[in-house]
């Protein structure tokens, strides 16, 4: 019962979410998606490049509701088209010398 309950929020939430995204640790660029089936058909598409990239996928109804709930994540590069993630992701955009350090 609590599975069946658990699997009608889920189907809930997909409806409400306008935009998904899609993220790699190995950059700070983004993946934006308009539906689950664009981000089912991106996501199997990036692991076949780059099958050791680690993913998460995260869903909102639009980039500032994303940002609102994910203040951690820096969202200022978006892709629009899955090529441009992946060679993002193959050539990440490396941090000057001396940011980042502590």
Do not use: C, W
């Given at each position: 019962?609590?599975?069946?309950y658990?699997?009608?929020?889920?189907?809930?939430?997909v409806?409400?979410m306008?935009?998904?995204?899609?993220?790699?640790?190995a950059?700070?660029?983004f993946?934006?998606?308009a539906?689950s089936?664009?981000?089912?058909?991106?996501?199997?598409?990036?692991?076949?490049?780059?099958?050791e990239?680690s993913?998460?996928v995260?869903?909102?109804?639009?980039?500032?509701?994303?940002?609102?709930?994910?203040?951690h994540?820096n969202?200022?590069?978006?892709?629009?088209t899955v090529?441009?993630?992946?060679?993002?992701?193959?050539?990440?955009?490396?941090?000057?010398?001396?940011e980042?350090?502590?």
């Amino acid at each position: 019962m609590l599975i069946s309950y658990m699997n009608e929020n889920i189907q809930e939430r997909v409806i409400v979410m306008s935009r998904l995204y899609i993220k790699s640790s190995a950059t700070e660029n983004f993946l934006e998606l308009a539906s689950s089936k664009e981000a089912k058909v991106a996501y199997a598409e990036i692991k076949e490049s780059l099958p050791e990239v680690s993913l998460a996928v995260f869903g909102a109804k639009d980039l500032s509701s994303l940002q609102r709930s994910h203040r951690h994540l820096n969202t200022s590069q978006i892709s629009k088209t899955v090529p441009e993630f992946i060679a993002a992701l193959r050539h990440p955009v490396k941090e000057k010398e001396g940011e980042g350090a502590i």
